[in-house]
């Protein structure tokens, strides 16, 4: 029975590491999608709550920035307007984006002549222009609209490459689940 749940354990242990450096590079992506998010709202928060000559908060309620206030606040009104817009754009892009970083993980390998480590530096890659691309939007934005472009273009970019690949890798599997292709 002992020499059973060693032979167990040790398979266990062996399971979950593979288990493990598989799912590191969609695991980490998605941590750095989720930073990106994070970072939208900590800069939004900065200007959420911003305070009048008197200390009073500009805003009645800080997260309604589309509110009138004294004309005179008219920049700081601004600011707070573009980071609350930037933000749910982070956070929208973050929702669409993970599902096909898990999906590319998944899947990806099922093409032929693609292994496990194409996909997992193909999503480092990516994940690295993305947040880089993430944080040109953010700080770009927050400084002025037409400063968000060059990084929501270069986001968009990794995202239609994402989209496309997560594509072709359902496709790949689905023709391997249909016994069309062997694996």
């Known amino acids: 029975f002992i020499q059973t749940a060693v032979h167990y354990t040790n398979y266990t242990n062996r399971t979950m590491e593979g288990l493990r450096q598989s799912l590191f590079a969609p695991a980490a992506s998605s941590f750095f999608l989720v930073m990106g998010a ?3 709202i900590k800069e939004m928060v900065k200007v959420r709550y911003f305070k009048d000559d008197e200390g009073k908060p500009l ?9 009138e206030i004294d004309p005179k606040y008219k920049e700081q009104a601004d600011k707070a307007w573009r980071a609350f817009k930037m933000c749910e754009n982070v956070k929208e892009w973050t929702v669409f984006s993970m599902p096909l970083v898990w999906i590319i993980a998944l899947f990806g390998s099922s093409l032929p002549y693609v292994e496990d480590s194409y996909v997992n530096y193909f999503l480092g890659v990516t994940s690295a222009v993305y947040s880089y691309a993430n944080h040109q939007y953010i700080y770009g934005y927050m400084e002025a609209p037409e400063k968000r ?3 929501f273009r270069l986001r968009m970019k990794v ?19 249909a016994g069309i292709r062997s694996p």
């Open 38 to 40: 994070a970072t939208a």
């Open 59 to 67: 805003y009645t309620h800080p997260y309604r920035p589309w509110i």
């Open 149 to 151: 472009i060059d990084g």
């Open 159 to 177: 995202f239609q490459a994402w989209l496309s690949v997560s594509l072709v890798s359902l496709l790949g599997y689905g023709l391997i689940a």
